[in-house]
């Protein structure tokens, strides 16, 4: 029993990485209708502007809030010049787009940083919290408590701010808050630019975990996908559930089911993808159903 | 029969001028023309598919347009409906437009987001009152999903709504379409009142002339795309002829 709860724990902290990605697709999703596959990728990119900073030398906790600064402004400047031309285009359109800023992205990053992985600090002290016959790591702790706040900050911004209000007006009826006078663009670049900061806080959260290379969050990126898929694509709430659901499952799979071992566990997120589409659509939190 | 009352070119309030207007290459208003003066209510009749909510479309700015839309001396053609909105012009749109998952109180907050500055809390409270002065039912609903409300709750909350945003000029499109005909009594009394008291400019497509006459001061008749008829609501009502040959309806 201890070691199964010991299993559980893991597996949240690895689903609180999942739940910030999930939650940056959520966020694009909801505002802009945009699957944004280039997510991860840019994530991976302010995590290496972040590790700049502190190669030049600058404190992490420094750092940090410069390289979320510059990933919300990276993050409105991309939906201004990029994802605006092809605003209203067809689905396919866009998806392009992104995919195309997902190559564009890594390429990039291989260009400036190379290939060769590099370390990156945890913000989190080494070492454990023991509960009873539980062990839970300093860093898994911290992951879970920086998604609560990322979660907590979003949920204030957007119940109890005029301006995320007026984003929640233009996601329920983009023509509707035109006519009250809402700059939608504006409220459209935006979204990106919150989503562009969320996803660099999970970039530095995997980057302890993984090493940082440009293909760092390929995999993590798979699994926000599972974690957005089974939360609800439109539910930032439901993207936080998924991405716990996901990493728990995960982790018990890798450790209880004979044959998937580490190396298949990548195949959790796809049975997951597969049953949330095939026996609730719209996640467990959504509204919309994902289109197929 | 193209007797005209309506107010001189100076002293308008709205003065549209040879409108064009389509979609894409649709082409559905062919140079419409009209003044309505400050504080009136102008009433636009006219059969299905005539243009009517185009027309409204094109005063707020959702479609593109040829011509002169002039509120107040400043031109409105070619801005974009956000710009139009912030330079007082609400518009009531086919359909209603409801926030569907926000809650009444939200949909009504969001009329009065284009306002800003020192106070505005205060006055956007102040005018959250009012509007459930009018409409007391949304006060009963406020924290409710606006999804969830009826035909006629919806169309309170697109008018309220619209009044948040002070506007000086108020569009509404078929605000009867769909409701029991005590509800869109009611709703036009409200509208009536609004005009009194706080002498908001009103102009008001309707299919239901009979109703819309009871409040306009002037009215006129757009038939593919085309101002037919214009003249004093009274005027328009009272010729029998013409309510059987343009409005088809039974007076
Ligand atoms: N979004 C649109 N795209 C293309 N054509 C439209 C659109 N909306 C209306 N139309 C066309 O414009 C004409 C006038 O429509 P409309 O302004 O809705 O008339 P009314 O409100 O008087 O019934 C109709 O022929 C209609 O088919
Ligand atoms: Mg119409």
Redesign the pocket.
Known sequence: MAEFLQQVVEGLGAGAIYAGLALALVLIYRFTGVVNFAQGELAMFSTYIAWQFMAGGMAFWLALPLTLAVSFVGGMLIERVIIRPVEGAPELTVVIVTVGLFIFVNAAAGWIWSFLIKDFPSPFPAGSAQAGALTVSYSTLGNLAVVAVVMGALYLLFQHTKIGLGMRGVAADPRSARLVGIRVGWMLALGWGLAALVGAVSGVLVAPLLFLEPNMMGGVLLYAFAAATLGGFDSPVGAVVGGLIVGVAETLAGAYVGFIGSDLKVGVPLAIILAALLLRPQGLFGRAAVRQ | MSERSEPAAGDAFLAVEDLHAG?GD?R?LHGVSLRVGQGEICAIL?P???????LLRALSGMCRVRGSVRLDGTDLAGRSPDAVARRGVAHVP?GRGTFMPLTVEENLRLGAFARRGRGARQSVADDLDRVYGYFPVLRTRMRQVAGSLSGGEQQMLAIGRALMLRPRLLLLDEPSLGLAPLVTRELFGIVRTINAEEGTTVVV?EQNAHLALGVAQQAHV?ETGRIVLSGSAERIQADEQVAQSYLGYRV
């Open positions: 979609y649709a559905v006219g299905n598919g005539a243009g009517k909510t185009t086919e497509v757009l």
